[in-house]
């Protein structure tokens, strides 16, 4: 947060959006990445069950 405010001092709010819609983009893909591969994982590994 104290980065944003000083980048609001020094330039104003538009290069602080433009800062903040890149870390959420970078958060998304870094999110869908693992998501992605949580899942996967998942998936092929099935649990032995004897009857």
Partial sequence: ????GMIVE???YRPMWY???IL???ALVVVLRYAGMSTSSQATAQPAVDY
């Fill in 1 to 4: 947060m104290p980065v944003f």
């Fill in 19 to 21: 800062v903040l819609a």
């Fill in 10 to 12: 020094i330039w104003g």
């Fill in 24 to 26: 959420y983009v970078v």
